[in-house]
């Protein structure tokens, strides 16, 4: 999903001024942009809820630094992506899982009528954030290896790893 | 014969692929099937509709910077009425030097009592977590009021006077910051904080 859409800048002036009616159009306009990229990388969709109500109040918190440089969407889907973020390394460590792509949630069947939304799902939250990041937002693997803390060859690889596993739960899916 | 990896694909979509690779691709047919393929899957990624929240956000976002904006206003009214409670005690101790009646015991004890609830309240971390809608309602009530009767009590404080109506507001007060502390004390034994 690409967005393409601007905010008038009055509402952004009110909501910078503390505006309820103002900051509520704003959360209305991008409610469902934030949800479905942080969802898309999060594998819980209570963890995307919690994510896109931290986005909101941080962008707040702090809409009166946003000087009108660049496209609101971007500043705010930056730092709903820094959320998402470090939600999937608070997982990590609480779990130490591997940052390698995982075999499916337990139990799940890979079979008929596997389509492209079934088989992102088994990808990792990590390899879904780069998958996602990477071919839906455009975002550049140096910026992604900017925001995860890690290098440009990680993205590359990560990226590759989850194409050659989506291809292949395609092509089972398709088979089967 | 040697085929492109997916990171080869990807340097060729990326238009940063190898001088083997950009080659390789004009002469292999397979090659070329799977980065059609790859092109291919970006565009249904890009097209997979949208995903909308399951549940409507904004009364608990709306709740929480409702009660942020009070607390904020409060801690001002607190600091702004310590420094007027302040010049008032100073005040009476050079009026009346050594003086100790019942209701300036009372009132001590209550000023007491809301400075050490104050005090609690400050090991919860009540900006730092995302609150039920429910909750930030209850915290953002207690707030208001609190910060009504900081704004009352300021007022009072001007005039110097240690009368009963002081102390019954002292006593709210005192309430109040135990109802906020309870607030908060449940919300951590029930998120783990």
Same mark, same amino acid.
């Given at each position: 999903?690409?967005?393409?859409?601007?905010?008038? @800048?009055?509402?952004? &002036?009110?909501?910078?001024?503390?505006?309820?009616?103002?900051?509520?159009?704003?959360?209305?306009?991008?409610?469902?942009?934030?949800?479905?990229?942080?969802?898309?990388?999060?594998?819980?969709?209570?963890? &995307?809820? @919690?994510?896109?109500?931290?986005?909101?109040?941080?962008?707040?918190?702090?809409?009166?630094?946003?000087?009108?440089?660049?496209?609101? /969407?971007? /500043?705010?889907?930056?730092?709903?992506?820094?959320?998402?973020?470090?939600?999937?390394?608070?997982?990590?460590?609480?779990?130490?899982?591997?940052?390698?792509?995982?075999?499916?949630?337990?139990?799940?069947?890979?079979?008929?009528?596997? @389509?492209?939304?079934?088989?992102?799902?088994?990808?990792?939250?990590?390899?879904?954030?780069?998958? /996602?990041?990477?071919?839906?937002?455009?975002?550049?693997?140096?910026?992604? &290896?900017?925001?995860?803390?890690?290098?440009?060859?990680?993205?590359?690889?990560?990226?590759?790893?989850?194409?050659?596993?989506?291809?292949?739960?395609? @092509?089972?899916?398709?088979? &089967? | 014969?040697?085929?492109?990896?997916?990171?080869? #694909?990807?340097?060729?979509?990326?238009?940063?692929?190898?001088?083997?690779?950009?080659?390789?691709?004009?002469?292999?047919?397979?090659?070329?099937?799977? #980065?059609?393929? #790859?092109?291919?899957?970006?565009?249904?990624?890009?097209?997979?509709?949208?995903?909308?929240?399951?549940?409507?956000?904004?009364?608990?976002?709306?709740?929480?910077?409702?009660?942020?904006?009070?607390?904020?206003?409060?801690?001002?009214?607190?600091?702004?009425?310590?420094?007027?409670?302040?010049?008032?005690?100073?005040?009476?101790?050079?009026?009346?030097?050594?003086?100790?009646?019942?209701?300036?015991?009372?009132?001590?004890?209550?000023?007491?009592?809301?400075?050490?609830?104050?005090?609690?309240?400050?090991?919860?971390?009540?900006?730092?977590?995302?609150?039920?809608?429910?909750?930030?309602?209850?915290?953002?009530?207690?707030?208001?009021?609190?910060?009504?009767?900081?704004?009352?009590?300021?007022?009072?404080?001007?005039?110097?006077?240690?009368?009963?109506?002081?102390?019954?507001?002292?006593?709210?007060?005192?309430? #109040?910051?135990?109802?906020?502390?309870?607030?908060?004390?449940?919300?951590?034994?029930?998120?783990?904080?």
């Amino acid at each position: 999903m690409t967005v393409a859409f601007a905010v008038p @800048d009055v509402i952004v &002036a009110r909501a910078q001024a503390g505006d309820e009616a103002a900051l509520e159009a704003l959360y209305r306009a991008f409610e469902t942009p934030v949800y479905n990229l942080v969802r898309r990388i999060l594998r819980r969709p209570e963890d &995307a809820e @919690d994510v896109l109500q931290e986005t909101f109040l941080e962008v707040v918190r702090n809409l009166k630094q946003y000087r009108g440089e660049g496209h609101l /969407w971007g /500043w705010i889907r930056r730092i709903a992506t820094t959320k998402a973020l470090m939600r999937i390394r608070r997982e990590q460590v609480r779990q130490t899982e591997s940052l390698d792509e995982e075999p499916g949630k337990p139990g799940m069947h890979i079979g008929a009528n596997l @389509d492209l939304e079934r088989a992102l799902e088994t990808l990792s939250e990590t390899s879904r954030a780069v998958v /996602w990041l990477h071919d839906v937002e455009g975002y550049t693997h140096e910026e992604i &290896a900017e925001q995860m803390g890690k290098t440009v060859s990680f993205s590359k690889s990560q990226l590759a790893r989850a194409h050659a596993r989506l291809r292949r739960m395609l @092509d089972e899916g398709a088979r &089967a | 014969m040697m085929h492109c990896t997916m990171e080869d #694909l990807g340097a060729l979509q990326a238009r940063e692929a190898s001088v083997w690779a950009r080659r390789h691709i004009t002469t292999c047919a397979q090659c070329q099937a799977e #980065l059609e393929g #790859l092109y291919q899957r970006v565009a249904q990624l890009k097209a997979l509709p949208a995903l909308h929240p399951p549940r409507d956000r904004w009364p608990v976002i709306q709740a929480t910077l409702r009660a942020e904006r009070s607390r904020r206003r409060r801690t001002w009214g607190t600091w702004t009425g310590s420094l007027a409670l302040a010049a008032s005690i100073a005040a009476i101790l050079l009026i009346q030097p050594g003086s100790q009646t019942p209701l300036h015991a009372e009132l001590s004890q209550a000023k007491q009592q809301s400075a050490s609830l104050e005090d609690s309240l400050k090991q919860y971390d009540t900006d730092g977590r995302v609150m039920s809608g429910h909750a930030a309602a209850v915290v953002a009530d207690l707030e208001d009021r609190i910060s009504m009767l900081d704004g009352t009590l300021a007022q009072q404080q001007q005039s110097a006077r240690e009368d009963a109506e002081l102390v019954k507001l002292w006593q709210q007060r005192v309430d #109040l910051m135990r109802e906020l502390v309870n607030a908060h004390a449940t919300r951590a034994r029930y998120v783990g904080l």
